[in-house]
């Protein structure tokens, strides 16, 4: 006897192929077939009448390494359908952690990865404990963290050892099954690293078949040269590099997303192997001490308190920041577009603009009195982007969907934390909003840039596609009423239309409800 059987709903099979009425049916972790006329008995069945049934989708782009150990349910995640993620994007992990260096990585990981309990271990020992969730997880190691582990926050090259050593551990990781090495040179400590640095990490990757995702050095004045530095890296060393979530930060490039597509277009097509993702959304999330210059954090936390208590730094934090907008994001329309996501402070959901009518001060020092009086932990929002930027990616059909996210669940530690709309609302933003009501996209293409797309691009050869023998992570959704119901005011609410999310074979949703199942899996790179 069959264990579950999903009955006459529309496929839409994940390859880009138009939907098609059949049933699926699934034993133990695997589907055994799609029919159009399946007869036989089944443990359980889900009427799909009118549903469209996909493959789960699979999110390659988040940092719920750092909230799955605190929310292993994953709410946020697989009520809008995923049930695969590559976490430790950006550069940033939290792991490796070699003896001796955990001080220094949780003082840095403070404001990324609250409430993270980390500890000194190896890579592999990391990947072993990981635990139970309910989506399947593929880990990347971080270059900022590597680089924390062996240099701290030295703005400087790293000797010939410490390379060595980066080179080491970022190899131990992708033994262990790490999918790749991820880079984040658009802020401290990554900023530090000149192009050859991470080239020669990223050979590291190359040379097992992993691959290299980068939060570029730039999104705002320069987002075209670091571009073409994340390019040069992918054609010098031959590793599949993805530029997570592209965009074009700051005023002055608004309008520049068509430029930034034919600029990967025109890589693509001369066979380098690079790509992007993007989430569907104009405004950006951040530590708040990343919006200051760099060399702000140099030396870690202690030195950038005592930094941004000297009245002269803040003059030249401020005369930086008029001249060059803000660092990672550029010029921004005004104080109001910085609001406070996650803080220790009173301050959460305030613009920095109201901040500092308030407290009757300047912005720039408004700014820099949260970071000093919650250590640098505070996280903002930052609308950077401009929406026609946003659909012209979106409409890309080749531009992957990552969303930046993390899992959160009701209560917990976190429950303060405003979170990004996106970490509850991306996918079905991308199928109501974009696909069915703009018309961005057909529905195919859009299940295709969630599904059998990131699956290729991960190299999961039995996931992304509903096809007999693959794993069953299905995800069956309502097509005229799924839409995405996370706002800034309220960040936490579930999407429409997702009715059931099958996981390894296991229901996780079910009727829209969390079944509390936990069948996610840590999954390995194969070689
Ligand atoms: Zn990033």
Not at 85 to 107: H, S
Request: a neutral charge; proline letters at 6%; charged letters at 20%.
């Amino acid at each position: 006897m069959d264990d579950l059987l999903i009955r006459g709903g529309d496929i839409v099979d994940g390859t880009g192929a138009p939907a098609r009425r059949a049933d699926v049916v699934i034993r133990g972790d695997r589907i055994v077939a799609v029919n159009s006329d399946y007869a036989g008995p089944a443990r359980r069945v889900i009427e799909a009448t009118g549903h469209v049934v996909a493959p789960g989708f699979i999110d390659v782009k988040t940092h719920s390494d750092f909230t799955l150990p605190l929310y292993p349910r994953a709410e946020s995640r697989v009520h809008q359908g995923i049930t695969t993620e590559l976490v430790g994007g950006c550069g940033f992990t939290a792991e490796p952690i070699p003896a001796g260096r955990l001080a220094a990585i949780a003082d840095y990981l403070a404001a990324m990865a609250p409430g993270l309990p980390l500890r000194e271990t190896s890579f592999k020992a990391y990947v072993g404990s990981f635990p139970a969730t309910s989506v399947n997880v593929a880990l990347q190691v971080g270059h900022n963290t590597v680089r924390v582990a062996v240099m701290g926050l030295e703005n400087r090259a790293p000797t010939v050892q410490e390379q060595a050593k980066m080179e080491r551990l970022v190899g131990e990781a992708l033994d262990a099954g790490a999918f790749g090495l991820s880079s984040g040179p658009f802020t401290a400590p990554g900023a530090f690293a000149k192009p050859q640095e991470l080239e020669a990490l990223a050979r590291i990757a190359a040379g097992v078949g992993a691959s290299y995702t980068t939060h570029i050095r730039s999104e705002d004045g320069c987002v075209f040269r670091a571009l073409r530095e994340a390019i040069t890296i992918a054609e010098h060393t031959g590793v599949r590099t993805r530029i997570v979530h592209a965009k074009v930060s700051g005023t002055g490039n608004w309008g520049g997303a068509p430029r930034l597509i034919a600029e990967l277009t025109a890589a693509r097509e001369r066979g380098v192997p690079v790509e992007c993702d993007q989430y569907p959304y104009a405004m950006a999330l951040n530590p708040l001490r990343n919006l200051l210059p760099s060399w702000v954090q140099e030396g870690g936390t202690k030195r950038m308190l005592q930094r941004l208590c000297d009245a002269s730094v803040r003059d030249r934090i401020r005369t930086e920041i008029a001249a060059r907008g803000l660092n990672a994001f550029g010029h921004v329309p005004s104080w109001e577009a910085v609001r406070i996501s996650t803080s220790s402070t009173d301050e959460v959901g305030r613009s920095i603009a109201d901040v500092a009518a308030r407290w009757s001060c300047d912005p720039v020092d408004a700014l820099c009195k949260i970071v000093v009086s919650d250590r640098g932990a505070t996280r903002a929002f930052v609308l950077s982007m401009e929406e026609e930027d946003v659909r012209a990616l979106v409409a890309c059909p080749w531009v992957l969907v990552g969303s930046d996210g993390r899992a959160y669940g009701p209560g917990g530690p976190l429950a303060s934390e405003l979170p990004h709309p996106r970490s509850y609302g991306t996918f079905p933003r991308i199928l109501g909003h974009y696909t069915r009501d703009l018309g961005l996209l057909t529905l195919p293409q859009a299940i295709h840039k969630m599904t059998g797309a990131p699956a290729r691009a991960l190299r999961l050869t039995n996931r992304g596609v509903l096809q007999a023998g693959a794993a069953a992570d299905i995800t069956v959704f309502d097509p005229m009423s799924i839409a995405d119901q996370a706002t800034l005011d309220e960040p936490r609410r579930y999407p429409a239309g997702i009715a059931h999310v099958i996981v390894n074979g296991i229901a996780v949703i079910n009727g829209g409800v969390h079944t509390g199942a936990l069948p996610g899996r840590v999954l390995r790179r194969s070689r």
